[in-house]
């Protein structure tokens, strides 16, 4: 097949060309290069099966390809609060051109939507069928909201146009490639840690989040992508259930590098959500899929990786 991935040049898009390009498909990036980079996706160019595309998903653009995985959003609050109103019109505008480009070719598309859809959920774990708590005018509305409204559109295009449409709810998700500046919580931490600087907790590290490493995360887009079934439409949760508070990621990142961390406590940004833990179950009867990465092992990996960059 030809497959397009928009943010294919970021953290997770990098994975999932490699692991399409690996199983004989042609890969058509699409990146702007926000917060993406060449050099994730550097070891595809000798590839003939891999195309690279610079441009800007609020921009139409006509392509012919047989699936989309959308990816293109910038993911860390750090990089979505920069640009709020252009983190909008990413989800949105971005959104309503791949679905146009997937009702017009007929192709397949999945989108990646977001825990953050749940918001700061009164509801433990999270299931797909709730509606979540997100406040519509804050810092982080620009990405939660925008995620929202995509979905909408995913729905929207699927009943009145017939597009074949996929709705994966990622779970935090960390591993190789994050950027070191990138701001989320796993990158900082070891970042910080292998600098022998104070690891920066928000808050008093109570709250909580599931941590999918991702290999795991992409191997869930890819069986999502592929199967079928009559509600094969409605959204579905991809991360792993082991839940663990800030506090607990932070002596957990401590013991895989095998230094006596320092930590120091800093103020919790606004809406940052108390608690998170994917329901899995949609996962593992739609597509047979469970995480099979514990935090440990994939803590092990993304610190073997920080380690070269942090060196150099
Ligand atoms: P990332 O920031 O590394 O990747 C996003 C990519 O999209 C980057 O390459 C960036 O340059 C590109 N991009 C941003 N705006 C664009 C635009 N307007 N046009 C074209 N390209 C654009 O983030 P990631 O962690 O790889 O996340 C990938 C997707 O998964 C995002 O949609 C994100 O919302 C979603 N997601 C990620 C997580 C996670 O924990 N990593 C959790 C939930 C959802
Ligand atoms: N966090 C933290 N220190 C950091 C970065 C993040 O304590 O240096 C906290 C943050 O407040 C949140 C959790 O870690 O409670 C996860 O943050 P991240 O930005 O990784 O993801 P999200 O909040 O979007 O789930």
């Known amino acids: 097949m030809r497959i397009l991935v928009t943010g294919g040049a970021g953290f997770i898009g990098s994975h999932l060309c490699e692991r399409l390009l690996s199983e004989g498909h042609e890969v058509i990036c699409l990146d702007n290069f926000f917060t993406g980079r060449k050099q994730n996706i550097v070891q595809l160019f000798d590839s003939k099966s891999f195309e690279l595309v610079r441009h800007d998903v609020t921009e139409p653009i006509l392509l012919e390809v047989d699936q989309i995985y959308n990816l293109a959003c910038p993911a860390s609050p750090v990089h979505y609060q920069y640009n709020p109103v252009k983190t909008v019109k990413t989800s949105v505008m971005g959104m309503i051109n791949m679905l146009g480009m997937a009702k017009r070719v007929k192709a397949r598309i999945l989108q990646a939507s977001t825990s953050e859809i749940y918001g700061d959920p009164l509801v433990h774990p999270q299931t797909e069928d709730y509606f979540g708590n997100v406040n519509p005018i804050g810092l982080r509305s620009c990405y939660d909201e925008g995620k929202r409204v995509a979905e909408t559109l995913m729905m929207d295009y699927h009943r009145q146009n017939a597009v074949d449409t996929r709705i994966v709810r990622i779970f935090n998700t ?107 179950e949609r996962a593992k009867n739609l597509l047979g899929w469970s995480p099979k990465v514990p935090l440990a092992e994939g803590l092990g990996k993304t610190v073997a990786y920080f380690r070269q960059i942090v060196k150099t």
């Open 174 to 280: 960390y591993g190789k490639r994050m950027l070191e500046n990138d701001g989320r919580v796993v990158s900082n931490f070891v970042v910080q840690a292998l600098r022998g600087d104070e690891l920066t907790i928000y808050g008093d590290g109570s709250q909580t989040r599931s941590f999918c490493y991702v290999s795991d995360l992409v191997d869930g887009l890819i069986r999502l992508m592929n199967a079928e079934s009559e509600d094969i439409h409605m959204p579905v949760n991809i991360g792993n259930p082991g839940e663990f508070t800030m506090n607990e990621l932070a002596a957990e990142i401590g013991k895989t590098i095998g230094t006596d961390i320092k930590v120091k406590y800093l103020p919790l940004p606004q809406d940052d959500p108390k608690q998170r833990k994917p329901n899995i």
